[in-house]
DNA sequence: TAACCTTACGAAAACGTTTGCGTGTGGATA
DNA sequence: TATCCACACGCAAACGTTTTCGTAAGGTTA
């Protein structure tokens, strides 16, 4: 189990200064060809490689750029993940990631950690609990220190800094009006709670839709869940004896338990009732029928915050500070669980 | 945009030495009560904290596992993930996450990166490139630093080091054996190509569990594929007039595709064809019928890997090397996929 | 031969910590 | 008054780099 092997010790093999050898591996013509040369073959035989943590420390920048998301057993966030590691690895930075599990206080371990040293700027998406105390110092405090911050999908209206977001309501105006369009009258909604910073925005949408329809828009047709594992009685007991033709889901997991639960009630998708739910993750892909979905563009959401935040990295340090909102068009996938 | 502060802005600011003040901050009784506590308010307010660099270089080691993983969009490797970071976030270290895309180069550059100075010791399932190439010089070489390893699911034989697996076999047999109990004759498997490691032994324990009923297996009842992201098109015209009760299929996809694929044939699960498949992940879970399938415990799998690798950490250094493999149960999750 | 220029290398500082040890100050003791 | 001991603090090294600047040796020029 040999160590590491450093500057120091092939400049002690050699007989030279650590700074020859620093020297003689970087090509400088401050160095003779001659012990560029043995530096070198001696550097390869021994497989050194610069230590990053040092190179960090003396760079003051770790060219790695942090993720938090708050769940990474999420499709959608890891195809946000896919985007920016594209966009990081073509930049020379790498990625990291951590995830909050959608707690507060990991939330703030682990800005905190990343942000002691780990990683120059970040790319994040806040968890439940912070949205629901809207607590952020960890936040400002990270962006107060210098180091840049990108957030995306479930994001801060109160901070300032660079965003990627789509737009929630037209996608769920999107989505309604599809619904609308194929002649549904009795469009239910399943939502969340309106902490969560998209589901309020996708209710409201949906109820824009309604209105420009014309169409009021009915207290007993919407369902907000707060308890997102448990949804399947709450939407089955909301789904008893009533009457609708149609169901917007705002999220993948509320689409196929809906689905379920019409399944089990006898109710033939789309036939019955048609289904068009939000993000367009495997559960909709392999599902049967199909769902029609709102597609987020979760690798571009990726593309387009790694973007933004490597542009800061690599910005002057006085420019005036400038934000930028990217928001990311939607798009409507037609599939099997809503009838032509 | 204030800088981080350092040991050092504090000193000057309240004109003490670096070491007074590191030693305040760590109560030291030798610095007296009244600097102790002018320090720890001055830190307080300018809201200083270590810079992790500086420690990770300093005590040479940095109090984070690396994890690489083949993709990131994918559920049972984020179950994974979520274990080995519980008992990680215990036993006071960081987790940080790359994925190698399948690819190997993407592979060795994650390791080496990871490895010159980003964490302590790693957590990795190679890549599906790596096993084809059977080059595993980055993983030699970075256990040859004295950087431990932990393999799990797809795993190296070769390798020497601590491993996390399940009995792919034993699964597949007990997959197998509920079929053939369940008074199936004629099971197909759809498979992976051998050289991934586990689809092959999840292939063998297939044939054993027919050997062991005296069924001769059939050429025709097996569909190896290469192309997983196409796997509907193979999955279709394999199964074209095939007069097969049961599909035995080595991963979720390949068993929704095939429940895909029979629904459009007319054919009813589990009424004329049982499925198992493998892996519990959300698409069995939610699947219209639910799928039966062979558990993996991807998070029991993360907890023990993560045991594995933090003892090895913390372990003496003279200890005689050691190294276990830790083999998880499966077990069948009986689902609606499946006729009683 | 004195002055100068190249060439080839080394010393040292810096990044931010921690920590063993040295030391000045003041009071208590003999 | 000389000695000793706590006490409270500072110095400096170390971790592994990079880079600026200084400098010795040798050769060239006048």
Redesign the pocket.
């Known amino acids: 189990m040999k160590q590491?092997v450093?500057?120091?010790q092939i400049a002690k093999e050699l007989?030279?200064?650590?700074?020859?050898v620093?020297?003689a591996?970087?090509d400088s013509v401050?160095?003779?060809l001659?012990?560029r040369q043995k530096v070198k073959a001696f550097a390869k035989l021994y497989n050194?490689?610069?230590?990053n943590?040092?190179?960090s420390?003396?760079n003051?920048k770790t060219k790695t750029i942090g993720v938090i998301i708050p769940e990474i057993v999420h499709h959608f966030f890891t195809t946000v993940i896919g985007g920016v590691e594209k966009v990081a690895n073509e930049k020379g930075y790498n990625v990291i990631i951590c995830s909050s599990n959608n707690s507060f206080d990991k939330e703030v371990i682990n800005l905190e950690m990343l942000a002691s040293g780990s990683a120059d700027g970040f790319i994040l998406s806040v968890a439940k609990e912070t949205q629901q105390k809207k607590d952020y110092h960890h936040i400002e405090e990270t962006m107060s220190q210098g180091m840049p911050v990108v957030l995306f999908d479930r994001i801060i209206d109160e901070l300032v800094c660079d965003k990627v977001i789509i737009d929630d309501g037209k996608g769920a105006q999107t989505a309604t009006n599809h619904l609308l369009s194929l002649g549904c009258k009795k469009i239910a909604i399943i939502t969340t709670v309106d902490y969560i910073s998209v589901g309020k925005l996708r209710t409201n949408g949906y109820l824009r839709a309604l209105r420009a329809y014309d169409i009021t828009a009915r207290e007993d047709y919407i369902l907000k869940i707060e308890d997102i594992d448990n949804c399947e009685s709450e939407i089955s007991s909301f789904l008893k004896d009533k009457e609708v033709d149609a169901i917007f889901a705002v999220n993948e997991l509320f689409a196929v338990t809906a689905a379920r639960v019409l399944h089990e009630q006898g109710k033939k998708v789309p036939d019955d009732v048609s289904i068009v739910g939000f993000t367009d993750g495997i559960l909709s892909k392999h599902f049967i029928p199909s769902l029609t979905t709102i597609s987020q563009h979760g690798e571009e959401m990726g593309i387009r915050a790694a973007k933004l935040l490597i542009d800061k990295l690599e910005g002057e340090e006085d420019v005036p500070e400038e934000y930028k909102t990217v928001i990311i068009d939607t798009s409507l996938i037609q599939r099997q669980s809503t009838k032509k």
């Open positions: 590491k450093t500057l120091k007989d030279v200064s650590i700074s020859t620093s020297k591996l970087k401050e160095i003779s001659d012990t050194y490689k610069p230590n943590i040092a190179l420390l003396k003051r």
